[in-house]
């Protein structure tokens, strides 16, 4: 006598039928990730933008003060000093274009902390939203399973 396997396709078709999924839900999660996404990557794309103009300035200020520097002098004596001079501005230049960088940086931190905060507090509605109807469902999917015996 051979021992004849249960076929259990059956029976997960019927559970899985008893458990509806809601879909709702899902794509309630799906917007809300998307929508973070897009507002993450508008603040990474402004933060790049000024990033890039901030640099181009830095160059651009760096090339019109090396005008000078490159200028033929009369004395020796002159070189010296336009060189001190170029050090000294682009010292100066450096460190107020380092704090605007840091600005920038500050800036993208903030905003993405508010996101971030913001889309916690949407994910965590959205899934205790889901939790309670889930809930529901599997005691209404119970107390049929149950009557049904």
């Known amino acids: 006598m051979a ?15 008893a458990f509806p999924v809601d879909t709702k839900a899902m794509e309630d999660a799906y917007k809300t990730q998307t929508s973070l996404n897009e507002k993450l990557s508008a603040v990474s794309i402004d933060a790049a933008q000024k990033s890039t103009e901030l640099s181009a300035k830095w160059a651009q200020d760096t090339l019109s003060k090396m005008t000078s520097l490159t200028a033929a002098k009369a004395e020796p004596a002159d ?24 600005e920038i940086a500050k800036k ?11 889309a916690g507090k949407d994910i965590s509605e959205d899934m205790s939203a889901a939790a309670k109807k889930a809930q529901s469902d599997m005691t209404t999917a119970a107390k049929k399973a149950t009557a049904a015996k």
Request: net charge negative.
């Open 108 to 118: 993208v931190q903030t905003e993405t902390l508010e996101l971030m905060m913001a």
């Open 3 to 17: 021992a004849k396997t249960q076929d259990f396709t059956a029976v997960l078709k019927d559970m899985m039928g």
């Open 79 to 102: 070189y010296a000093k336009s060189v001190t001079d170029f050090a000294s501005a682009s010292a100066e230049a450096a460190a107020e274009h380092m704090a605007a960088f840091a």
